[in-house]
Every structure is written in C-alpha cells, then in structure tokens.
Nanobody
Framework: QVQLVESGGGLVQAGDSLRLSCVVS????????MGWFRQAPGLEREFVSW????????AYADDVKGRFTISKDNAENTVYLQMNSLKPEDTAVYYC?????????????????WGQGTQVTVSS
C-alpha cells in the first residue's frame, strides 16, 4: 500500500503562485510514476502532470505547460507541483496519484493510489 498526503492549497489571486506538496509513504520503490490531477465542480478529473520517480522525466497538460513545474525530493519522499501565473480556470481540487511503472500515463484509471486532495481557488 502507498499513502499520499497533499498539502499547499489555498485561495489566491490571478497571477499568484502556489506550491503543492505530496508526501509519499508506505510500500514505495523507485519504480513509480507520480501524477497530479485536478477536478473542478461538475467536471471530470483531468491530468495535470506526471513525473517518473527513477528518471525524473516529466509531462504536462497543454494548458499548464510553461506555468506549472513538477519535481521530486528523493530524500523527503515528496513530489511538488509549483504553479505560477495562476488563472481562475485553474480552480479545482488537486489530487496526487501514484502508479507502478517507469513511464507516465494521462488517464486517471491507470493510477492505483490517490491522496485526499487539496483545494486551489484562484480569484479574478
């Protein structure tokens, strides 16, 4: 079992930045992919970014590319999502997820473990 705990959400204004954290614990190994997803009210949960734990290879959804950065800290077993130039349309609950493997996926159904989510609200 893998446990994921997100933190760092909040209420900010358009143009501001936030950094989300996801602490990973439990039965972990380097052969995991960590993903960030988000879900706005009434919408499907959508892919934001993933990072391969062993290689550091990353991928982003088109609408966050250039604004968001995913990273990891091996010593702290933590994955981060740095979000800059936030827009009102970024408002959502953000979820950290994990899947076994060495290459990421954008489909939420591929991920086996999920955190509880952290709310991000961006006002205009």
């Amino acid at each position: 079992q893998v446990q994921l705990v997100e933190s760092g959400g909040g209420l900010v204004q358009a143009g501001d930045s936030l950094r989300l954290s996801c602490v990973v614990s439990g039965r972990t190994s380097s052969r995991y992919v960590m993903g960030w997803f988000r879900q706005a009210p009434g919408l499907e949960r959508e892919f934001v970014s993933w990072i391969v734990w062993s290689s550091g290879i990353t991928a982003y959804a088109d609408d966050v590319k250039g604004r968001f950065t995913i990273s990891k800290d091996n010593a702290e077993n933590t994955v981060y999502l740095q979000m800059n130039s936030l827009k009102p349309e970024d408002t959502a609950v953000y979820y950290c997820a994990a899947m076994a493997g060495v290459w990421g996926r954008v489909s939420r159904t591929e991920y086996d473990y999920w955190g509880q989510g952290t709310q991000v609200t961006v006002s205009s």
